[in-house]
């Protein structure tokens, strides 16, 4: 059976033995299933929260930030020299020096920095006392203590820029909630923390989301590429808009043709636009999350919360003695015990379900597992990867019409993209049927928040000397 729009029964319902179950199984999870019709309204929907978003004075609020994230161009290739990157988004941060030439042959160098949780919701200032740390730390077991480079800071939360090196935390998203930066430059705060060590000389030239340095690394690669997005704890996207139709952006920007737009789209329906695909399932996603009520579209499908959506589901499913015998586990009624990484294991079984029986063992659920049960397991799997498939399509599609170019290439980054077996295939069918006349490719760019925040370090560099505009002159 084909993965198409209009296939209202894909996929397909597990024939059971038990008729009943099946009527009932239906009952409790066609509110997952996104007809066509459904797919289009989201379309829609997302295409006029656009509109509203780069809108000067919106007849609403918008739920898409649309943040103008100042990057006026893409790299030519000419990039040289030495950059470093921090990249702070998910638990663990990196510091990142990458070496730019036109051989393009060395691999940068990297080192991995846990995030732990007191850090990530403990005080603002401490928070960026470990990363100026971690900077540190990077530079001396490198032996580069002594050299002053520009930084390019990958902060993959939201951010209004009133410059390329200066943002204000919009909100905090995913698995951080640290008090005292909401309103305030990250860039600023990272640049007292590096003064009050007085042992690093490093200048924060620029700060960008994930997605962007997703997006510019796509482009160093491919000349096509136009977009950015990521599909791994979080979900977001970004692309490269005309700027006359940023109606918002009033400083003077005189000769900037294009830039690139951060999205934001995890809050996209904050403001409700979306409230009637959201199920009790997400409802209760939202209700165990670390910031409720916030980021509802993310929640829907994005790694940090695809796999307990799951577990929400497959807990209702037992406790209404569909699954288990109605016995269930602890494990399986533990917030969070079902991380998205077990989506694609599951998604990973062929004929044999042999996965499924694996992570079954670990939740201590096999012995009450029937064969039913496996295909039902298998069934709701697919329905969430569906549903993520056709709201990932129907935003992006939307991005794709904004492309004046002939073709464009998509830079995709994040573990749920890379790790999940379908996904791509998915994203690529629906995409397609949304956007017939649009020539596309999705193309995995990794490393984008690393090599690509040292691009936007270079480009920034290059910017600084004669296009003042889109910088604030905070040095040192
Ligand atoms: C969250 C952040 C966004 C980021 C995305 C992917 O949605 O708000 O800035 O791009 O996660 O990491």
């Keep these: 059976m084909k ?40 379309q829609q929907i997302f295409e006029e929260e656009m ?4 809108a000067k004075n919106p007849s609403r609020q918008s739920s898409l930030l649309m943040a103008n994230t100042y990057i006026p161009e893409l790299p030519d290739g000419s990039e040289d020299g030495y950059f470093m990157a ?5 638990t663990h941060c990196r510091v990142i020096m990458v070496h730019l030439n036109k051989a393009n042959k060395e691999e940068p160098l990297v080192k991995y920095f846990d995030v732990p949780q007191n850090v990530r919701l403990g005080p603002g200032v401490k928070l960026f006392d470990f990363l100026a740390k971690c900077v540190y730390d990077f530079m001396k077991a490198n032996d580069i203590l002594s050299k002053s480079l520009p930084i390019g800071f990958t902060f993959s939360f939201p951010m209004l820029q009133k410059a390329l090196n200066e943002g204000i935390l919009v909100t905090w998203t995913k698995s951080f909630n640290s008090p005292g930066v909401v309103g305030q430059d990250p860039v600023k705060m990272l640049k007292e923390a590096i003064k009050r060590r007085e042992d690093i000389d490093v200048d924060v030239v620029a700060i960008l ?23 791994g704890t979080g979900s977001n996207a970004c692309y490269v808009e005309r700027a006359d139709r940023i109606e918002k952006w009033e400083e ?9 737009i951060d999205v934001e789209w995890g809050a996209f329906g904050d403001n409700g636009v979306l409230d009637f695909i ?3 399932y997400d409802r209760q996603v939202d209700a165990n ?25 497959l807990a209702h499913l037992t406790h209404q003695g569909i699954l288990f015998e109605g016995k269930g586990s602890k494990k399986l009624f533990t917030k969070d015990s079902f991380t998205t990484s077990l989506i694609s294991h599951i998604e990973g079984d062929q004929m044999e379900p042999v996965n499924t029986r694996a992570i079954l063992e670990e939740f201590d659920l096999l012995m009450n597992t029937s064969d039913d049960d496996i295909k039902i397991i298998r069934y709701i799997v697919h329905l969430i990867t569906v549903r993520a498939a056709k709201l990932v399509s129907a935003c992006l599609s939307c991005l794709l019409n904004r492309q004046t170019r002939s073709e464009t290439t998509v830079a995709v980054d994040g573990s749920l993209y890379k790790f999940h077996p379908r996904l791509h295939e998915l994203l690529v069918k629906y995409t397609s049927e949304l956007v017939p006349n649009k020539k596309f490719k999705l193309m995995l760019t990794e490393d984008g928040s690393g090599k690509g925040a040292g691009l936007v370090a270079a480009i920034a560099t290059r910017l600084m000397r004669y296009n003042k505009q889109i910088f604030t002159d905070s040095r040192g």
């Excluded at 009943?20 to 199984?25: A, G, P, Q």
């Excluded at 921090?86 to 998910?90: A, H, P, R, S, T």
């Excluded at 993310?298 to 929400?312: D, N, P, T, W």
């Design 278 to 280: 959201r199920t009790d």
């Design 86 to 90: 921090l990249d702070l988004g998910g």
């Design 51 to 54: 509109r509203l978003g780069l």
């Design 252 to 260: 003077n920007h005189a000769g900037v043709k294009e830039v690139i």
């Design 209 to 231: 989301n994930d997605t962007t340095g997703t997006l510019i690394q796509g482009a160093y690669l491919d000349h096509h590429c136009t977009i950015g997005m990521i599909l």
């Design 3 to 42: 993965p198409l729009l209009n296939n209202d029964e894909f996929p397909k319902l597990p024939a059971l033995d038990d008729t009943t179950k099946m009527n009932k199984l239906t009952t409790l999870t066609d509110c997952l299933r996104l007809n066509e019709e459904t797919v289009r309204k989201v």
């Design 289 to 313: 999350s670390l910031l409720v009520g916030s980021f509802t579209f993310e929640k829907y499908f994005s790694g940090k919360y695809m796999g307990e959506l799951a577990r929400v589901i």
